[in-house]
């Protein structure tokens, strides 16, 4: 056994069954280790694909997403899903195979320093050496499954990748889980915050994700009849046609939200991670006890009033054990603002909009389908309007926030989730970033609808230079109007549809087929104005 068979049994003993990445010579021998070990290497267009898949693969499993590349530009491409998986907290390996160990640091082709390259993205940089793989696995993989959750490189010269393995896989992963609140008077306050408010309100958020139990947040809402909020990346950790949903905040329509939020006497946020966005953004005045893995990085202006900082699980267990309350939220006035804002965020027109194709698109695929979707104006409809009904089932990057991710994304939830229906729903901008993993998705066999809202712009681009009164310059995507896509992109089907009729036949026919099909919605985004910011 030599040290690219180690690291791939290290990998498989944690979980992991596939590794995205671009071949090169130097990456090689841990491929051929990886084909005779049974792990499968999925082939992707751009090493960026390649760690935005292994991110969105660590979310929905909760082992580490695995991802391979070469050194110099191999690593660098694959600095971008790696930095996404570092801010929005998903497990990873990421390898960068590199030089023969004597060439290391010489003025030589391809070389660059990749432990200063990854240091700032990561949570731990290792160097891999003849007599130390077995040691540095285990780290790894301890590191990037202790809260905060988050990427781990590690660098593999060539020759360390051939030589024989000087261990077995012997270690343990220890995973050091966060502990219990244990401080007495953190526990009393949180309890009398919660027995006092008489209009609290519950914000969910990304570290709500990682619960070993998530079934506890709605126990928790339904034992005090809280109403409940959720940042972009918490969307489904409770079903949002539950009576308490009060929708996502801080996307379209935010102002809508805002001002609700601040009609409260108190903001429980529960496993609110700030590095989705600030509390000072959205909270105003209105007092806030935070129950998350982590104090909360706040700003003086924040009025906190009261941490319970730890083990979520935990915390909720201990919470659900007090006494229930009341608070003075009535059914009408939570139904009337849902009505408001729901309705802001589908302004009238004759036109084909970008929210009435994310509606057709919501109701018909399956209620327990999966969502991978893209950063751009488009974003703020999606997490305001896609309504979520379960955990891990809508997928994009907020910490990041990377154009990039919606494709690969929705390549990896698919691996992951073969049994369940996948859609891809992105921005023209982000179609053309990431086009080339269509073919990684045919090559799967992977029935995955592709919908392209086609505005031609960059629209948030577009928006933020009208904002500020700039020229609409540099971010018009298509200048020509044509009529229909080609009839294929690398042999995956590509249809044209013009309006909400022919979005839902088409979609319905994609998700019964058995590879990709790329589905062009042309849209008027003009709404976008008003919804995306206001």
């Known amino acids: ?30 491929i051929e280790s990886m084909r005779l070990g049974g792990m499968e290497f999925v082939l992707t267009a751009h090493e960026g694909s390649a760690s935005f898949a292994a991110d969105v693969m660590g979310r929905m499993t909760g082992k580490p997403g695995f991802c391979i590349a070469t050194l110099g530009p191999g690593a660098t491409n694959l600095a971008t899903g790696v930095g996404s998986a570092y801010l929005d907290r998903s497990p990873m390996i990421a390898i960068t195979c590199n030089l023969n160990t004597p060439q290391l640091g ?13 240091a700032p993205i990561t949570k ?77 309100l519950v914000v969910l958020g990304s570290s709500a994700m990682r619960m070993q139990k998530p079934e506890l947040l709605k126990a928790f809402v339904e034992h005090h009849e809280i109403p409940f909020l959720t940042s972009t990346m918490a969307k489904g950790m409770i079903d949002e046609d539950h009576r308490l949903s009060i929708g996502c905040i801080e996307r379209g329509r935010r102002q809508i939200q805002r001002k609700f939020i601040q009609s409260a006497d108190l903001i429980i946020g529960l496993g609110f991670d700030t590095i989705e966005v600030e509390y000072e953004a959205w909270i105003g005045n209105t007092p806030l006890l935070s129950i998350d893995i ?101 997928h994009v990057t907020n910490g990041w926030s990377s154009m990039g991710i919606g494709l690969p994304g929705a390549i990896a939830a698919k691996i992951a989730r073969p049994d369940l229906p996948v859609i891809c729903l992105i921005g023209d901008g982000c179609f053309q970033m ?68 022919g979005l839902k036949e088409e979609l319905e026919k994609a998700l019964k087929a058995d590879g990709p099909t790329v589905i062009e919605a042309v849209v008027d985004a003009s709404h976008y104005l008003e919804t995306v910011f206001d």
């Open 1 to 30: 056994m030599n040290n690219s068979d180690l690291i791939v049994k290290c990998l498989q003993q944690a979980g992991v069954t596939h590794g995205f990445g671009i071949p090169s010579g130097n990456v090689l021998p841990l």
């Open 106 to 118: 010489r003025r030589i082709q391809m070389w660059i320093d990749h432990h200063a390259l990854f």
């Open 124 to 200: 731990a940089s290792f160097a891999a050496t003849h007599d130390n793989v077995a040691e540095i696995m285990q780290k790894a993989l301890t590191i990037a499954l202790t809260e905060p959750m988050g990427p781990v490189h590690i660098d593999l010269p060539e020759d360390v990748s051939l030589a024989p393995a000087k261990d077995d896989v012997v270690r343990s992963i220890k995973i050091e889980l966060t502990p219990e609140e244990t401080n007495e008077n953190n526990l009393n306050n949180t309890n009398s915050l919660i027995s006092e408010a008489e209009r609290p």
């Open 294 to 394: 982590e104090d909360p990085d706040i700003a003086e202006s924040v009025n906190l009033v009261g941490t319970m900082t730890g083990n979520i699980t935990a915390s909720l267990e201990y919470l659900l054990r007090q006494k229930k309350t009341q608070n003075k939220w009535t059914k009408e006035e939570l139904a009337a603002h849902v009505s408001e804002f729901n309705k802001a965020l589908r302004p009238a027109s004759k036109n084909f909009t970008p929210h009435r194709a994310i509606d057709i698109v919501r109701e018909t695929v399956p209620k327990n389908g999966i969502i991978s979707y893209d950063v751009g104006a488009h974003t703020h409809q999606i997490a305001s309007q896609w309504k979520a009904h379960d955990p891990k089932t809508c």
């Open 434 to 501: 990431t086009v080339g993993e269509l073919a990684t998705a045919r090559r799967q066999r992977l029935a995955i609808p592709v919908v392209v809202l086609d505005d031609r712009w960059l629209s948030l681009i577009q928006i933020k230079q009208e904002k500020r009164q700039y020229a609409q310059y540099g971010s018009q995507v298509e200048m020509d109007h044509y009529e229909d896509p080609p009839a294929h992109y690398f042999g995956v089907p590509a249809i044209g549809v013009r309006d909400e009729a």
